[in-house]
């Protein structure tokens, strides 16, 4: 069973910069990987094209070694990164 877990994040230690992060790869990442930026992308546009999205959206999910981390980019599209641990 998958929890959700909702954190006010208070510091700046859990937000990761996007330079850090890279593009999932369809070829080399783990299924697992591939399968959870997937969820996380329609999440995001799920939450997008509500009657009232949020004005700021991230949401992450941590898996094994990776971090995930999805938010709209400015052209309406969704940006997904890997963080490896």
Known sequence: ?????KMDIT?????ATP???REV???ND??????VALNLELAVKNLMDSRSPPE?????ADICTYRLTAM????GKV???????
């Not at 700021?56 to 992450?60: A, H, I, M, R, W």
């Not at 709209?72 to 052209?75: S, V």
């Open 79 to 85: 940006r997904v990164l890997v963080f490896d641990s």
């Open 25 to 27: 790869d369809a070829f």
């Open 56 to 60: 700021c959206l991230v949401l992450t």
């Open 1 to 5: 069973m998958i929890g959700i877990e």
């Open 11 to 15: 510091s700046t230690q859990y937000i």
């Open 72 to 75: 709209p980019t400015d052209d």
């Open 30 to 35: 783990p299924e697992i990987v591939r399968l």
């Open 19 to 21: 330079e850090e992060g």
